[in-house]
């Protein structure tokens, strides 16, 4: 028998179509885990690792693209790690401390989340903009970025694409807009907190808070994230809202069901799991919460890495650039309207 000849072993055929699927999810890993390095660099740690790593395959997709064969573990990483991501953000997310400061946090949240929605959509219906991928980008707006569009998406029935470039594009005016308020902060006439609550009730992703309120102390670090975590607990009700209206609507079509958010039951258990266990025996010991909370922006990054090789820029970038228009106006009117608020009622 020649020696390159393989002999048949029927585990080993057993598994290999398990192989492409591991090189796929190993590859998105490879990717995230550099997108990781380049963002602790000068400069592009203001960028963050989840833009980097999507802007990044989005390039790569229209010029290299990968073998098809690793479409499945792509396609995993983009689909299932970003929802258990979604799942594990629920520990960072302190009820107890929302209950303590009443419902006023809640009422702020919620009233962000319904204008930033409505001006991102008024905005997007007079430059008639595309409307799911609008309405995507509001919803990043309101609550939390790009997990927020991650959580709705299937919903919404969006299509990988526009999950992908929204994603991208909340990300980047996100990140323009966190570099824009650490630079505004010397010239404002607000104190530490009033400063932390603008940041948290305005800026998009969770990781943008801490990084624009650090301008003003830790103090303003605090009121920031309390002030977006509001918003984040938000994206329950939110989700089943939209669920709602999305199956009232016969979304997809006659006989098409609206995918039940079994994974947001999944972020309000963590929640609670996080917010009620310390200081009983159920708490989990310090090191391993610690790489709890630091696990869903690797497994965000992941996905963002396969949402980007999937996406076709030169299909979607005629569409996007309205939705993108309508977003930075929302996004800076929302600003200002907070910032009045918060001058004159703090």
Request: aromatic fraction near 8%; proline fraction near 6%.
């Amino acid at each position: 028998m020649s020696i390159l000849t393989i002999p048949k072993n029927k585990r080993f055929l057993r598994y290999y179509p398990l192989l492409p699927w591991l090189a796929g999810l190993f590859l998105t890993a490879a990717i995230a885990t550099a997108a990781y390095e380049l963002a602790r660099l000068p400069g592009l740690d203001r960028i963050g690792q989840m833009a980097i790593a999507l802007a990044g395959t989005i390039i790569a997709r229209q010029f290299v693209g990968y073998p098809e064969k690793l479409r499945s573990g792509i396609g995993f990483a983009s689909k299932y790690l970003l929802r258990l991501a979604i799942i594990l953000c629920g520990l960072r997310l302190n009820i107890n401390l929302l209950l303590h400061q009443g419902p006023a946090l809640l009422l702020q949240g919620a009233v962000t989340i319904i204008v930033a929605l409505g001006l991102t959509l008024g905005i997007a219906r007079l430059l008639k903009a595309d409307a799911p991928l609008s309405l995507l980008l509001g919803i990043g707006t309101g609550i939390c970025g790009a997990a927020a569009i991650a959580a709705v998406s299937p919903l919404v029935k969006a299509r990988e694409e526009d999950t992908a470039i929204s994603a991208g594009l909340i990300a980047l005016i996100g990140t323009v807009a966190a570099i824009g308020y650490t630079l505004l902060q010397p010239l404002l006439p607000l104190s530490a907190e009033q400063y932390g609550i603008w940041s948290g009730l305005t800026l998009h992703e969770i990781a943008h808070v801490p990084l624009a309120a650090a301008a003003a102390g830790q103090d303003a670090v605090n009121a920031g994230l309390l002030a977006k975590l509001s918003r984040v607990l938000l994206l329950v009700p939110v989700s089943f809202i939209l669920m709602l209206i999305m199956k009232r609507r016969g979304a997809g079509g006659p006989g098409t069901a609206v995918s039940f958010p079994w994974f947001l039951l999944g972020f309000a258990a963590m929640s609670l799991f996080g917010s009620l266990t310390p200081g009983t025996p159920l708490e989990l010991p310090a090191p391993t919460m610690d790489q709890l909370l630091k696990a869903p922006s690797f497994l965000l990054t992941m996905a963002m890495v396969g949402l980007g090789l999937n996406v076709d820029f030169r299909a979607l970038r005629a569409k996007a650039l309205r939705p993108l228009a309508a977003m930075a106006a929302a996004t800076v009117l929302l600003s200002v309207m907070t910032y009045l608020l918060i001058f004159y009622i703090y």
